[in-house]
């Protein structure tokens, strides 16, 4: 299938130029001449760009106001809400996407996805966060004390299944009587959970606010960190130094702001008291260099699946200059499918996964073109969009019928 005239966009830049599709993957990209054999869809004034790839959400969770109110569901209960919320994060143009967690049904769910019986994105799959004992996610998380205690949550999460290994560094906001600004777990202890890890092929991610909390995940050779709400010029110039991936999350304390009176006081007071300082904390971040992975933290309060999309514009508005939306594209394609290890996608390069994103006008000129996806094809297939007639195009140039 030959995608024609369409505006291409990826780290490559922005270019008008044709797509070949094959066998669910991009063949070819440029100035292409259709084959005789070869069925083609005209895409005029769209763009298309590689699908999204957010690197923290949660299926888990929906938005609630607090995280206690999904601690009474059955495993079956919880399975069926990350397959509702699989649905819309993919329906949402995101074709890639981490979950960060929560007992140990992500990584089923991430196997039913593969096998196709639901709809959702490609999956990187967490089980159990590691959390210091009534440390922050406790409610979720496997608790330990100790080093060898680490090492033994680690190889656990191996397994039964985790491609990756998610740590809690600091305190959280979210968590009842948790300081997020103060490091709970030991030095010994973060050394153990990264190296076992490691050992085991699995990146790690580390939950961390406070910047003592990141630089002790630096120093033990994390691979990504999550918020880094706190961060000092030293704990920056680590991340930079170390090469380690940031993973921002402004959609998290966004919507917790924008929703201020229905937080709770905790959520409410916590925020309020860190907002501008993560604002901060991610302008200098990516002013001074460090690689930047978007990811929403989707599910935490008000924070709802189907909106990844915003985080785009928040990285481009608060980073002052920093990162334009060509960049914040990037990060949230390119940038984030490496970060998490999903090898294929995020770029329109031949050979990547066909795994696509079509709106309806150049997006770097207007971020706001992301939030209404008129397609999502994922490994060549229309799964979601509400153009119905570049969808019926689709399925037309296919012989879906």
Same mark, same amino acid.
């Given at each position: 299938?030959?995608?024609?005239?369409?505006?291409?966009?990826?780290? #490559?830049?922005?270019? +008008?130029?044709?797509?070949?599709?094959?066998? #669910?993957?991009? &063949?070819?990209?440029?100035?292409?001449?259709?084959?005789?054999?070869?069925? /083609? *869809?005209?895409?005029?004034?769209?763009?298309?760009?590689?699908?999204? !790839?957010?690197?923290?959400?949660?299926?888990?969770?929906?938005?609630? %106001?607090? !995280?206690?109110?999904?601690? #009474?569901?059955?495993?079956?209960?919880?399975?069926?809400?990350?397959?509702?919320?699989?649905?819309?994060?993919?329906?949402?143009?995101?074709?890639?996407?981490?979950?960060?967690?929560?007992?140990?049904?992500?990584?089923? $769910?991430?196997?039913?996805?593969?096998?196709?019986?639901?709809?959702?994105?490609?999956? $990187?799959?967490?089980?159990?966060? =590691?959390?210091?004992?009534?440390?922050?996610?406790?409610?979720?998380?496997?608790?330990?004390?100790?080093?060898?205690?680490?090492?033994?949550?680690?190889?656990?999460?191996?397994?039964?299944?985790?491609?990756?290994?998610?740590?809690?560094?600091?305190?959280?906001? @979210?968590?009842?009587?948790?300081?997020?600004?103060?490091?709970?777990?030991?030095?010994?202890? *973060?050394?153990?959970?990264?190296?076992?890890?490691?050992?085991?092929?699995?990146? @790690?991610?580390?939950?961390?606010?406070?910047?003592?909390?990141?630089?002790?995940?630096?120093?033990?050779?994390? /691979? +990504?960190?999550?918020?880094?709400?706190?961060?000092?010029? &030293?704990? =920056? /110039?680590?991340?930079?130094?170390?090469?380690?991936?940031?993973?921002? +999350?402004?959609?998290?304390?966004?919507?917790?702001? %924008?929703?201020?009176?229905?937080?709770?006081?905790?959520?409410?007071?916590?925020?309020?008291?860190?907002?501008?300082?993560?604002?901060?904390?991610?302008? %200098?971040? *990516?002013?001074?260099? $460090?690689?930047?992975?978007?990811? @929403?933290?989707?599910? +935490?309060?008000?924070?709802?699946?189907?909106?990844?999309?915003?985080?785009?514009?928040?990285?481009?508005?608060?980073?002052?200059?920093?990162?334009?939306?060509?960049?914040?594209?990037?990060?949230?394609? &390119?940038?984030?499918?490496?970060?998490?290890?999903?090898?294929?996608?995020?770029?329109?390069?031949?050979?990547?996964?066909?795994?696509?994103?079509? !709106?309806?006008?150049?997006?770097?000129?207007?971020?706001?073109?992301?939030?209404?996806? #008129?397609?999502? =094809?994922?490994?060549?297939?229309?799964?979601?969009?509400?153009?119905?007639? @570049?969808?019926?195009?689709?399925?037309?140039? %296919?012989?879906?019928?």
């Amino acid at each position: 299938m030959l995608l024609r005239d369409a505006i291409l966009v990826d780290s #490559g830049g922005v270019r +008008t130029g044709d797509l070949r599709v094959t066998e #669910g993957r991009i &063949e070819d990209a440029g100035d292409l001449t259709a084959r005789s054999d070869e069925s /083609d *869809v005209d895409l005029s004034g769209h763009a298309v760009l590689p699908g999204l !790839v957010d690197a923290h959400v949660h299926f888990s969770l929906s938005g609630e %106001r607090t !995280v206690e109110e999904v601690l #009474g569901l059955s495993d079956a209960e919880l399975a069926l809400i990350e397959a509702r919320n699989a649905r819309r994060t993919l329906a949402a143009g995101v074709t890639g996407a981490r979950v960060m967690g929560a007992r140990d049904v992500d990584v089923h $769910v991430r196997d039913r996805i593969d096998s196709g019986d639901v709809p959702g994105p490609r999956t $990187v799959a967490n089980c159990r966060s =590691i959390t210091a004992t009534g440390g922050h996610g406790h409610h979720l998380g496997r608790e330990i004390t100790g080093a060898d205690d680490a090492r033994r949550a680690v190889r656990e999460q191996a397994k039964r299944g985790a491609d990756f290994i998610k740590f809690m560094v600091t305190g959280g906001v @979210t968590t009842p009587g948790s300081d997020p600004n103060a490091v709970a777990l030991t030095d010994a202890e *973060v050394e153990a959970i990264v190296d076992e890890a490691h050992r085991r092929g699995l990146h @790690t991610a580390t939950h961390a606010h406070g910047g003592a909390g990141v630089k002790a995940a630096v120093a033990a050779g994390v /691979d +990504t960190v999550e918020h880094g709400t706190l961060l000092d010029d &030293e704990a =920056i /110039d680590m991340l930079d130094r170390e090469d380690v991936t940031l993973v921002p +999350t402004l959609s998290a304390p966004h919507r917790i702001v %924008r929703n201020v009176d229905a937080a709770t006081e905790e959520d409410r007071t916590q925020t309020e008291a860190v907002y501008e300082r993560h604002l901060d904390s991610f302008r %200098r971040a *990516v002013e001074a260099g $460090v690689r930047v992975a978007g990811g @929403t933290d989707a599910g +935490t309060p008000f924070n709802m699946h189907g909106s990844n999309a915003t985080e785009l514009r928040l990285m481009h508005e608060h980073a002052a200059g920093a990162m334009d939306p060509l960049a914040a594209i990037v990060a949230m394609t &390119e940038t984030a499918a490496g970060a998490v290890g999903l090898d294929g996608q995020g770029t329109l390069d031949p050979g990547t996964h066909a795994d696509l994103l079509v !709106v309806d006008r150049d997006p770097t000129d207007d971020l706001a073109a992301m939030n209404d996806p #008129g397609v999502v =094809i994922k490994g060549g297939r229309v799964v979601a969009g509400e153009d119905e007639r @570049t969808r019926r195009a689709f399925v037309d140039a %296919r012989g879906d019928h």
